[in-house]
């Protein structure tokens, strides 16, 4: 996890967050649909699963039974917005706030009943 400003878009942080990782698949939403993340991302030896914004003239094809799995990120992050503290962003400064959000991580995978991922 990398905190950010909150005018900051998400996008300029994904190519640092993926840089050494092994993926197969990157499931993201229509905000990180960007030429040179999905460039990046299949650069990798990753299939990128964007949905095209809107205004693209090509459409480019993603895989939509993939994308539906993207829910389970959407959840987590409802869970952890659940936890006061992340949700009100009390942390004064930066680190603390980025410290807890990692510990409430820690707290909802423990209680989480384990999943079964099919790829």
């Known amino acids: 996890m990398t905190l950010t400003a909150a005018q900051a878009p998400d996008i300029r942080q994904a190519e640092g967050l993926l840089a050494g990782r092994q993926a197969r698949f990157v499931i993201a939403d229509k905000g990180y649909d960007g030429d040179r993340l999905v460039a990046a991302i299949a650069a990798g030896g990753a299939e990128p699963v964007i949905p095209p914004m809107r205004h693209r003239r090509v459409r480019r094809g993603y895989d939509r039974g993939r994308y539906r799995t993207r829910n389970v990120v959407e959840r987590f992050w409802g869970r952890l917005k659940r936890f006061r503290r992340v949700a009100a ?26 999943t079964v991922h099919t790829t």
Request: hydrophobic share 50%; net charge positive.
């Open 89 to 114: 962003r009390s942390e004064k400064t930066a680190r603390n706030f980025l410290a807890f959000v990692h510990l409430a991580s820690v707290m909802i995978v423990l209680r989480s009943p384990p």
